[in-house]
């Protein structure tokens, strides 16, 4: 009779569980890609367009619960176009999850850029730049290529060497405006124009040099170094995010924690 029970019992939790183990690795799938997509809107202006179709969606629910018939047919038809606003709305968000896709391994760790020497030539540049209040913005390439970006500028062939940064940078020079990029520890090109970031919640005091250096970080996973040639601070971007008042310890612990991709570069980013 026990025994029946036991059978029976058995049965009816078969009913609602899932059947093979197919059904928990679609789970498992299913709740990683949430995850990774909530780590990709947070603390981006895709967070906050989420939160407000969130709320749109319940509003939509209740017009159909109550049986508001204009409103239903105002969302139903607004609601053939979703998949369009979606694309434009997320367009940033949608490349920089796919071009982290791209430079992921199977296990989960990101594939190292290259160029881990010339940092010392970059960053004496840096601090005596600052100190003479000379505005200079450096992109230093990691995973993700910057030759669409490079393309926008003069093509170089060059070591990023001190005496070569100082002149790129100095005023009144055809290629002071622009961005130098730098890849494998060669300068690839020099006054290159850079995408500026759309983020409203910015300070006004961050200008342009600030705005194309945090631009081209939620574009890529480059790390951008902007000398301010009204303040004479050093500040660095990356993964979206700006790091300002760095010296010269500072930079190069900076960048040899994100080339080297150590818990370092995690840290710094949440002190901000």
């Known amino acids: 009779m026990r025994v029946t029970r036991y059978t029976e019992f058995i049965s009816g939790l078969s009913q609602y569980a ?22 990709l809107l ?22 159909k619960f109550y049986r508001l018939r204009t409103l239903d047919w105002l969302f139903t038809n607004l609601f053939t176009y979703v998949v369009f606003g979606i694309i434009v709305l997320y367009q940033n968000e949608i490349r920089r999850g796919l071009a982290g896709i791209g430079r992921t391994s199977w296990f989960g760790r990101q594939r190292r850029g290259s160029g881990k020497e010339g940092f ?20 230093v390439e990691r995973g993700i290529k910057l030759k669409n970006y490079a393309e926008s500028g003069i093509a170089l062939d060059a070591i990023p060497t001190y005496d070569l940064l100082v002149t790129i940078f ?18 690839i090109a020099a006054g290159c124009f ?14 342009t040099r600030h705005r194309a250096a945090i631009g081209i970080t939620e574009e890529t996973d ?48 949440s002190d901000e």
Request: neutral net charge; aromatic residues 4%; glycine residues 8%.
């Open 222 to 269: 480059a790390i951008a170094i902007i000398v301010s040639e009204e303040t004479g601070t050093i500040s660095a971007s990356i993964e979206g995010k700006i790091m300002r008042n760095l010296d010269g310890t500072g930079l190069r612990g900076l960048l040899h924690s994100a080339i080297m991709r150590t818990p370092a570069t995690e840290r710094v980013m």
């Open 194 to 207: 850079l995408p500026l970031t759309l983020d409203p919640h910015l300070s006004k005091e961050l200008g």
């Open 42 to 63: 947070r603390g981006t202006r895709g967070a906050q367009m989420t939160l407000g179709l969130l709320v749109l969606a319940g509003f939509y629910a209740l017009t």
């Open 170 to 187: 100095s005023p009144n020079t055809p290629l002071h405006d622009g961005a130098v990029i730098v890849q494998q520890n060669r300068i």
């Open 18 to 39: 899932p059947h093979s183990v197919r059904d928990y690795v679609d789970i498992l799938i299913v709740a990683f890609l949430l995850y990774r997509l909530l780590l």
């Open 120 to 139: 010392e030539e970059i960053i004496l540049a840096a601090t005596t730049l600052a100190s003479k209040k000379i505005g200079a913005l450096i992109v």
